[in-house]
Each structure stands twice: as C-alpha cells, then as structure tokens.
C-alpha cells in the first residue's frame, strides 16, 4: 500500500468523526496571559493516546527496524520476521513505502503506515533511526528514533475505550520481567536499551466521545492538534536490566496550535510506564482555555493530572454573560492561581456518575445539584491565590445567584437592622424614663395649650419588651449563622493566600492574606478562617463548628477601626455631634475575643467577650452635652441568656481604664412576667486621683484640674423587683480614706461666691443673659433682711433636710428613683437646695447625667466650704422667680411690692412653691390670683409646716385665707391660659424630713 493511500485511509477516518456544532463556542479567554502556566491533574483520553503512540513508534521502529542495521541479507531476513511478530503480537499492519539502511546504523523509511483492521491508526512521512551494530556479535542496539509529520487518529468509543486500546493491552500482556536483550529470527540480538524518540511537525487528531464533563462544563465532539513536537525520554534512574514495561517515562509534547485555541500553542506531558498506569499528566496551554460553566467561561491556564489528585491553574471565572455568548473578550468575576483537588479525577467521575444514577434514576439534574455531586465526591479542594470580587445588597442578592444560592435564601428573613438592633441594649433599664425626660426639658417649653402626656407602660412591660428585643434578636441571628454553615457538603476546602473584595450594603472591605479551613469533619461543619488583614483590621481569626445540637463561633480581631463600622458607632452612640465617619476616624477596638455558644434556634446562648476601646468617642446626649473623647476602656466577660425563662446574666464583668478597674455582675431573672433585677459593682481601693484621671475627657468640664488625695473603695448594689420598684434595695457605701482636695481646677472657685459671681440666666424673652450675686453687688439681700418664713418655706417645699445634709440627700434621690421608674417619666426630682444653687450658678438649665454627677460633687463641697445661711442667702439672692425675675429683692417687689423682710406667712409659702415652674407659675400674676386648686396647695404646705413644728397653729390661722395679693391684682390674660397650668409638682411626706 502506497502513502497517498494510507493518508487516503486517514483523511476518510478523519471526515468520519463528528464536527462541532457550534463553532465559535469555544474561543479561548482573552485575558492577559499568566505566568507560566499550571497544569492539571486527569489523565484525558489525548494524554493515554500521545503516550500510546510513542510507545508503538517504539515498539515498531525499535524492534521491527533495529534489524537492517546488518548484513543485507540476514538482518533484513531478521527485521521482516520481527516485523511480522510484532503485526502478530500488537494486532496491526505496518507498511513503508521504502527502507533505507547504512552499514554504520542509520537507518530511515519513507511513508510509515500503521493500521488495524482497515482503519488507519498513524501515518508518517518518514522514520529515521540511529543504531549501533555489533555485525561480528550479530548484535544491535537502538540510540535515537525521529519521527517526521506524523499524523494519528484517537477515537473513543461509546465503551469509554479507543481504538488504541487493544494495542495497549497486547504490549502490557507482551511484555513482562524477561530478559535484558530480545533475540531476533536469524540470531540477531537487540539490546534491551531505551532510545530517545523526538516526533516532529505532529498532527494529532482526537474524538473524545463526550461532550459534557462535571460542572456543566463542555467539550466539542473532535479536537484537533497541530505541528506538535514530541519527545519521549526514558527515566534516567531506571536500568537497561529493568524490564521495559515497568521502566518510568516523561513525554513531552507541545503543538503550535489547537482547535479548542486556533493559533495557541499547548503543552502536554505525561509520566508513566507501558505496563502501568499512568502517573502524571500535565496541561499547559499559551493562554489559558475556556469552557461554559451554565451562563459563565471557565478560563483553564493549565492541568495536571495524577491518579491522586487534580491540579488546575492558573483559573478565570468570568461574569455572567448575555444569550448570544459573545467570543471576544471577557471581564473575570474570580481568578485563581493554582487548585488542587483531591481524590484524582477517575474516582470523582465514577463517584459522580454513581451518586447522580442513585439519586436521579435518570432524571438530569440542574446544575447546582450537579456541583454538589462533585463536591460531595472530592476529599480536599485546594485554592492558591484566589482574588474574588463581591457585591452583597441589602436584601441578600449578589452577583454569584447562578452558581451560589442568595443570602436570602438561606433564612426566612433578612438581617435586623441597625435601628432594631437598637432597641437590644440595656444600657438604659433603669434610667430610660429619666433621661427621655432629660431631652423633653432640653426642647423649648410652649406657652400654650400642652397635650396631656401619653400614659407609660409599667415597669415591667417595660423590661420584659428589652429582654423580648433582645429574644428576637438571637432568634433571628442565630439560625442565620447556621444555615450560612449548613451548605458545607465538602469534605474539606482549603484557601491560601487569597484576597476579597466585598461591599455589603454599600459598605466595602477588602481582605488580604486570606487562609480558610472547612469541611465535614466526624459529623461537624468546622470552618476556619484567617486573615493578614481585613480592611485596615490587621490579623483576623475565626472559626465556627455547627453539630446537630450546637453553634460555637470565636472571633478574634487585632484592631476594629470604628470608621469600618458606622452602624456599630450609630447603635453604641460612638459617634460626634456631626458627620458619624469623621467623629470615628480614629476610634478602634483593639484585641476583640469573642466566643459564642449556642443552641440551633438561639433560645439559650453564652457569650465570653473580652476587647479594648481606644481613643474612642461617645456622644449621647443625656449623658453629656459634650462629646467624650479619648476613651480607653477594656471590657470582659461572660453573657448568658435563656429563651425559657428569660433569664440574662452579666457575671464575670471587668471595666477597666487608666488603671482603675471595677468588677461587677448584673442579673435579670423571671423576664416573662415582672423581672427581677440584680446589680453589683465593685470598685477596689483605689488612688483617688487615679479615679479621676480615668474620667473621660468630656464627662466633667467643670471640674477638669481636679486634684484630690486619698484612696475610695466603693462597693454598689441595686436590687429590683420591677413589680414593687418602692422596694428597691440600693446599697452604695463608699469607703474613703484621707480624702482632701487639692484643687477644684481653675473654673471652679468657691471664694468668689462671698463676693461677687456671674451665672448665665435667662430674660424674660427666653434669650440668654448673665447677672451677677453675691455680697458684693448691689441686689444682694443679706439673709438678715429676708423674712425668716421664706427659709422656712423652702426647707419645706425644696428641701427638708437642709440643716442637717451634707449637700447631698441619698434618701431623696432613691424616691425619686423609684417614682421616675414607676411613672416612666421625669416627674419628680431630687436636688436639695445646696444642689439647685450649684445648678444655677454653673449649669443654666443643662439636664444630663454628667450635669447631675458634677452638681453632686460641687454641692458636697459647697457644704463643705460654706456655712448653711451662706448657702441660703446665695440661693435666696440666685433662683428665679419668674420670666426674667431673678433674686429675692426683685421677686418680693415685682409679685407684692414689699421687702422681703416685709413679706407674710402666704406670700412667702407662695414664692416657695413656684421654684419648681417660676416661667409656668407666672400665670397666677397674670390672672390676678391663685387657682382654688393652689389656694388648697398652700393650705397644705402650712399645716405640713405647723406637724413640722415650723410654724405654729395660731401662725397658721393669720395666714387665712392662704390667698396671696398680688401687686396691682395683676394684669388680667390676654390669651387662655395654658392647660392644667397650675398642677402642683410631684411631692411625697417622706421628702420632708420628719424631725
């Protein structure tokens, strides 16, 4: 048979096999070309077809041409008797159209033409072989074998077998330990030594007989190959003595162009041995090689195959493309350096194949079913330099829904919000009431009709509703953190080195130095995960198990900037009075530890935490006008909470900052009906002036430049049964030991009180105005020029222990307490008279914790430094009495035109009972007269003052009427009167001191 016949033969072979249906399907990704690229791990059909027919091309030209390289006639004889053994032996037909031989080895046929059957399997041009002859030993030896314009033809049939195949088995069976030279017909002997075999200008037909591999990827019915050089190189630590089909070898093949990349070069190599199996194959195209994943192109940069494993890379996932599947370029959504996947690609096919017969029943499953298939199926997947980019919205969508389900889609609702996650704190259960009140008295009061206050819950509805915040929360969160687990189906994933871009709910971050570890693990979900840096985060560490019974989640984070986390600030009010991200710029939590252990539905849950809050910022309006700045605050302890019974517990509670630490715990028990409360703190003896460094800049700015000695221990507790708040048990008693103050600072000087003192007050129009008191200025009333009923009065209506307080009455702050908790609202207050002048003389009308706090301080020691008429004669001289009316020397003239030393028993019970609303009280000088309901409010005041041995009985009876005469009976409404303007404030017997 002639060349242009055999090439007939294999040119009709050709035509036969199917071609692509769709021919621009499978351009390759145009992306800019990785560095050197990496190859997988499955031994493909085009893998065992090249290494096939290297073995044939040695076979046939070692054995069957080794013998021309001798005499003529008894090495011929020999060679077409070998030649006729190995047609016998390997089932196929070998012709050349001429042979040409030297004496010195060289041997070369034209026209090479091996087929089996009438199928032709390969052709060449011409083989060319060098030989060493041993013509006196009758003995030869193959060196090198060269190939030219080979062309072969691998068919895979619907068995999974090609038609290369049964010359496969036959030299496997063929060739077992036998000795180290082969004797030829003629006694011509062919040493057993393993030549070099280089093919070049190869074309390599392939009809791989599939079209659809895992994944949803997809092949086209025939690749072909183009001007491919080919060398196969034995193992050079084997031996010639070594059988051959147990000695390793490397063949190394790379073709200039390819169908799946016309005008791409493509690497193959592949080790193996011809009586075994093959060990590695590697995939190494010019740029890298795509294939559909559903809507998607999958960029394959290289493949190496092992029968253990499967490595791929570089990879690129590109973004979703339109219907028409445009073949230019495409942008990537994802890219990978390098995967490694294990087990090796056979077994993952078969346990695929056998899971979807199982499963389906012939029913084709979609395409997610599909990866879960294959995930199921693999041991380990590992990921090298991964760099993905994502968006997640607020309503769980992202760009990935074709191949990963929405967050959605993983619970029944969305993520609670930052403002209903708001309502989850219980920071403000026992002063939620007060402080509302606080921002209600900071707004501008109207001057006519009020709207009566809308009724409060009870305490315990209250509660119970914070505590029912905080129940809904977990069962929300928690089952969203495990079904975020649940999908794990693979054995194990393994991330390194990667990097992510996420924007979520148009917050972004960006995650460097990314390490993940996840899998099943003995019937757990465990995932690990690690972080160089996470948006400006520094090193990042979580990890999470999921059982059928449990959650436990550990978070740990060198450094949280709070600018990363607007929302946190905004819940936790770490934030300025102006744009939130500037006022956290530098704000950060440092070395945060969280441990969460919990049930599947979030009904009990512990919680240990521990983590640093630097130079951190604190902004909420009821606690300070004034935004507290450099916080630094360390945090620990243990959370525990029970959707049974409701039950929360604070134990283990550390509070640290500048060296002062206080310990506590806090308890809230039976939270389904009335809550109990339990509260401790503890403050160890501590340096007095460690105490007051440690006070946020911000918090007292009246009393910065404090200097004080000693040392104070404080222990504090609180005990509330929120059904009978009048129970409260408050035990608070401070130990201080040597205390003495140094310095008040420099805006604080108590002398000035004995001469002359200016304080902000407010005119009659509401604008502001300063005034000065004081013995040394010209409106000061001494006390000897008042009417000794007015400090009667006011021991009376204001304070009842103010000959005997220290500044200060714990007894009244604790009814106020209770009676603000009960009616939730500010309506009762607790300022002794030392504490309202305070007030007036350096915080105006200011209502905030931090007010509160240096009021208590500054009227401490205000009593300390000034005698009791010093103190009543400068409140006397401060207060208001009316829009604009400030002291009693203008508020005995302008109410009734006296002196206060001329005013009577009614007139001065009168302007003590106004101090608590002198703007809102004024009205009775506008009508001329008090309201019976106040004319029966003084009456009452009187006899309190007569059962307190103030006044006596036969005093009482001269006040009759108890109806105060105005000066000019006043000046008659022009307008109605404000709603309910004359009830009486909030009062109780046991304000007033009983001795």
């Not at 621009?24 to 145009?30: A, S, T, V």
């Not at 809308?454 to 079904?483: G, M, N, Q, Y």
């Not at 990097?499 to 570890?517: K, P």
Request: hydrophobic content about 40%.
């Amino acid at each position: 048979m002639g060349r242009e016949e055999d090439m007939k033969s294999s040119l009709d072979l050709y035509r036969e096999i199917r071609r692509p249906e769709e021919t621009g399907r499978y351009e390759p990704f145009d992306l800019p070309e990785a560095p050197g690229p990496r190859p997988p791990r499955r031994p493909s059909t085009l893998s065992r077809v090249l290494f096939i027919l290297a073995c044939v091309i040695v076979g046939v030209a070692g054995l069957a041409l080794g013998g021309f390289a001798g005499a003529p006639s008894m090495v011929e004889r020999a060679a077409l008797k070998a030649v006729a053994r190995i047609e016998s032996r390997l089932g196929v037909q070998l012709s050349a159209s001429a042979v040409e031989w030297t004496w010195d080895g060289k041997v070369r046929a034209r026209d090479v033409v091996v087929k089996a059957g009438d199928a032709v399997l390969a052709t060449a041009r011409a083989i060319e072989i060098d030989a060493t002859v041993a013509l006196l030993d009758r003995h030869v030896r193959v060196d090198a074998i060269r190939v030219l314009d080979p062309e072969l033809a691998v068919v895979r049939g619907a068995d999974g077998q090609t038609n290369f195949h049964p010359i496969l088995e036959a030299l496997r069976k063929g060739q077992g330990s036998g000795p180290a030279t082969d004797r030829l017909p003629g006694g011509v002997t062919l040493e057993a030594h393993w030549p070099t075999l280089a093919m070049t200008n190869a074309r390599v037909l392939v009809a791989p007989g599939v079209t659809h591999l895992p994944f949803g990827l997809t092949v086209p019915p025939e690749v072909t190959f183009e001007g491919g050089t080919i060398t196969l190189t034995p193992d050079p630590s084997g031996t010639d003595a070594q059988p051959w089909r147990e000695r390793a070898m490397r063949l190394d093949t790379r073709f200039a162009s390819t169908s799946l990349d016309p005008g791409q070069s493509l690497r193959v190599a592949v080790e193996g041995t011809l009586g075994g199996d093959v060990t590695r194959i590697e995939v190494g195209p010019e740029r890298p090689v795509r294939f559909w994943l559903g809507t998607r192109v999958v960029g394959v940069g290289g493949v190496a195959l092992t029968p253990e494993q499967v490595e791929l890379g570089p990879l690129q996932l590109s973004v979703p493309l339109g219907k028409d599947r445009g073949t230019g370029q495409v942008a990537a959504a994802a890219t990978v350096e390098r995967v490694v996947i294990r087990p090796g690609p056979m077994a993952v096919y078969d346990a695929v194949r056998a899971s979807a017969a199982e499963a389906h029943a012939g029913v084709s499953p979609g395409l997610v079913k599909r990866i879960e298939q294959v995930l199921l199926a693999l041991d380990e997947v590992r990921l090298e330099g991964p760099v993905l980019a994502a968006a997640i919205g607020a309503d769980g969508t992202h760009g990935f829904e074709d191949l990963v389900p929405a967050v959605n889609a993983l619970g029944e609702a969305p993520l609670p919000t930052m403002e209903a996650a708001r309502d989850d704190a219980l920071v403000n259960t026992m002063t939620e009431a007060s402080l509302r009140a606080s921002e209600k008295l900071l707004a501008k009061k109207a001057t006519v009709a009020r709207p009566a206050a809308a009724p409060t819950a009870p305490l315990p509805v209250r509660v119970t509703k914070k505590l029912e915040t905080i129940d809904a929360l977990a069962h929300r969160i928690v089952p969203k953190l495990v079904r975020a687990l649940a999908p794990i189906v693979m054995k194990r994933l393994v991330v390194a080195d990667g990097e992510l871009s996420l924007e979520v709910a148009g917050q972004s971050m960006t995650v460097t130095g990314l390490a993940l570890d996840l899998g099943l693990r003995e019937g757990r979900r465990e995932v690990t995960l690690k972080a160089t840096d996470a948006a400006g985060l520094g090193p990042v560490e979580a990890t999470a198990t999921l059982d059928d019974k449990r959650l436990d989640l550990t978070v740990k984070l060198r450094e949280l900037p709070l600018r990363l986390v607007p929302k946190l600030a905004d819940l936790a009010h770490l934030r300025g009075p102006g744009d939130a991200r500037t006022a956290t710029r530098q704000g950060r939590i440092e070395g945060l530890d969280l441990h969460l252990t919990t049930d599947l539905q979030g009904d009990a849950f512990e919680a240990a935490f521990a983590g640093r809050l630097r130079d951190g910022i604190f902004h909420y309006a009821a606690i300070a006008g004034d935004p507290l700045v450099d916080l630094d605050i360390e945090a620990r302890g243990n959370l525990r909470w029970s959707s049974n019974d409701a039950h929360l517990s604070l134990t283990d509670l550390v509070l640290a900052s500048r060296g002062v630490q206080i310990t506590g715990a806090l308890d809230i028990s039976e939270g389904r009906r009335a809550p109990k409360l339990n509260l401790r703190l503890d403050l160890p003896e501590t340096p007095l002036q460690q105490v007051i460094d440690a006070i946020p800049r911000g918090f007292a700015p009246l009393l910065e430049g404090l200097r004080m000695e000693g040392t104070l221990r404080w222990p504090f507790s609180v005990q509330l049964d929120t059904a009978d708040p009048a129970r409260i048990q408050i035990d608070s008693a401070p130990v201080g030991r040597s205390i003495r103050v140094l310095s008040l600072g420099q805006r604080v000087d108590f002398a000035t009180l004995r001469s002359s003192h200016s304080y902000v007050t407010r005119l009659a129009d509401g604008s502001p105005g300063t005034r000065l008191v004081g013995p040394m200025t010209g409106s000061w009333v001494p006390l000897s020029e008042i009417t000794p009923y007015l400090p009667l009065a006011l021991t009376t209506t204001e304070d009842g222990t103010f000959y005997s307080n220290d500044g200060i009455s714990t007894h009244a702050m604790k009814e106020s307490l209770v009676t603000n908790l009960d009616r939730g609202a500010f309506v009762r207050g607790a300022s002794t008279i030392t504490q309202q002048l305070v007030k007036n003389l350096y915080f105006g009308g200011d209502k905030t914790i931090s007010r509160k706090l240096q009021e208590v301080f500054l009227a401490w020691q205000v009593a300390q430094q000034l005698s009791k008429d010093e103190v009543m004669a400068l409140y006397l001289n401060t207060i208001e009495f009316g829009p604009g009316i400030y002291g009693i020397g203008d508020a005995s003239w302008h109410w009734f035109g006296k002196r206060p030393i001329d005013l009577d028993l009614t007139e001065a019970i009168f302007l003590a009972s106004i101090i608590p609303g002198p703007r809102r009280y004024y009205s009775f000088f506008e009508q001329g007269a008090v309201t019976p309901r106040w004319k029966g409010y003084l009456e009452a005041l009187l006899k309190v003052m007569v059962d307190r041995k103030k006044i006596t009985p036969d005093e009482l009876l001269a006040a009759a009427p108890y109806e105060p005469l105005f000066r000019g009976h006043g000046g008659g409404y022009h307008d109605k009167p404000p709603v309910d303007f004359d009830a009486i404030p909030e009062r109780a017997e046991d304000d007033i001191d009983p001795r």
